[in-house]
């Protein structure tokens, strides 16, 4: 690694450039500011394109009844009332004029006959709600904001890992990355900065996550000060491709129970009539997982170890028109034709409702100058995400971010970064290189199963402490990895500065897991099985002045009184 290190200025560095990152970008570049996007992929390669069911929005299209207050209320019902109501607020009021801008961008949204948004229906929603694509949403969400961000001439990098924040004070003043491909040392000076980085779902084993969702905002901002909320809430989706294993956890739309697809046990039975008589397969993403776990588990699973999933009986038109890219992702992976043949499901790791608390109306951190947005932000989901509100929440909070981040930007100026703290990061990750290192990948290979296996679905003491300890243990063997070889298109190199990061989300994940003696939401145990009033709560996690991790238990803030009227009174058995 060659000591040339080459400096970049913005107004506004936005790491990450998944949809929140885009969206961020585009407000900084139309107030007159500079943006600069980094991402550890490729632009327009970003997660947000496996949300493909739809964005929630009220805008009463299919169903006139809906209104922001009912979208509110469905927040705070199946977030299990620890949300941020004011989050939940500006989501149910900004989400129909973020789509609607979406649609002026380009997007080609499904039409109803009067040639109208189409909505469809999505578990927990009171009404059709989720505007959408087919099934591909998040892939023309993502390619209609890169399109803006092109013919804006947005700065971006690509293939850049960032390694560390930069801290003065309370503010960022920079960051440190790699440029993957090309061994390249970067350093980025700025005046504010927005995480957009997703969320840790690669700590599991089954995840319908992409390969970049390793937490590495949620670690860089944990090491810089910044406080966590919420990270025990992992959200497992209730359908992921259980087969072939290459496939294992690939996601399986909610559009697909949207559109009439219903859920079937080996011995042909539809078991939601009995865990979700009303709801059925619409009922929220916790309530679906956890039953198909259960049926898995009682020895009415497939034979592949999952429960089926059958749309077959609406019909080969109807399917590839509404579903055409399951009808391919079955087709070509599994060899299975789902107009013809049923689907084998499992539950799958899918998005974290858990991660870096942030203020409601700007987006925020505990740092002067430092913003989130996205599946990396905390405060909205609460205990449970509703379906379509992850797209959502990426316009409407990366747009307020960008915005955010221009208003400090607009009163701010660059700091000078000391070399010595250049020199400080370089040193970390130039510890790595040794000829007798452990292979950072088969520390991964055993924190991913000690997740699954001790703080899955269904979650107790026992297996949370044994978690605890084989991730303390698995921390003090991180200090020993190493790769060989050089900066460039090292992949040895990548895996020991993701795994830092993981064992930094995994840590505060079974930690806030023990500490939560309920079930609620995502969050169940078997032996604690009922919601505890005493636990309306969230929890945060910092790091303390010796580098120790910290946990807080607050009470779940009280929404007014005239919000109450747009929510179901909690009931406590």
Known sequence: MNNEVETVEADVLIIGAGGAGMRAAISVNDAGLKPVMVTKSLLGKAHTVMAEGGIA???????????????YGDIIE??????????????????????????????????TPDGRIMQRAFGAHTYR????????????????????????????????????????????????GIKMNTGKTFVFRAKSVVIATGGSGRVYKVTSNSWESTGDGIGMAYRAGVILRDMEMIQFHPTGMVYPPGVKGLLVTEGVRGEGGILLNSKGERYMLKYSPQKKELDARDVVARANYK??????????????????????DFIKHKLPAMYQQFLEFAGVDITKEKMEVAPTVHYMMGGIEVDAETERTNLE??????????????????????????????????????????????????????EKIRAYVMHFFKEDGKNPYDLIDRLTTCMSENVGIMRDEEHLQKA???????????????????VRYNHGLLGCLEL???????????????MRKESRGAHARSDFPKKDPAWKANIITYMDEQGNMNFEVKPAAEMPEEYKAYVKPEVYE
């Open 500 to 514: 830092g990061n993981m064992l930094v989300s995994c840590e505060a994940i079974a930690t806030c897991a023990s």
């Open 369 to 422: 100058n430092l913003f989130a947005a996205g599946e990396v932000a905390s405060g909205l989901h609460g205990a449970n995400r509703l379906g379509g509100n992850s797209l959502a929440d990426i316009l409407v909070f990366g747009k307020r971010a960008g915005d955010s981040a221009v208003n400090y930007a607009r009163s701010s100026k660059f700091e000078d970064i000391p070399e010595e703290e250049i």
């Open 78 to 111: 199946e977030g299990v009332y620890i949300s941020n109501w004011k989050m939940a607020e500006i989501l149910g009021k900004e989400a129909p004029d973020r789509v609607l801008e979406l649609e002026r961008y380009g997007a080609l949204f499904d039409r």
């Open 129 to 176: 709600r989720l505007a959408h694509i087919g099934d591909r949403t998040g892939l023309e969400l993502i390619k209609t904001l890169e399109d803006q961000v092109l013919h804006r001439n947005i700065p971006f990098y690509d293939e850049m890992y960032i390694v560390d924040l930069i801290r003065k004070d309370n503010k960022i003043i920079g960051a440190y």
């Open 295 to 316: 049926e898995i588990m009682e020895g009415r699973g497939t034979e592949h170890g999952g429960v089926y999933l059958d749309i077959s009986q609406k019909g080969a």
């Open 468 to 486: 605890i300890k084989i991730i303390k243990d698995l921390k003090e063997e991180f200090k020993e990895v190493g790769t060989k070889g050089g």
């Open 57 to 71: 929005c009220a805008l009463g299209n299919v169903d006139p009844k809906d209104n922001w207050m009912v979208h």
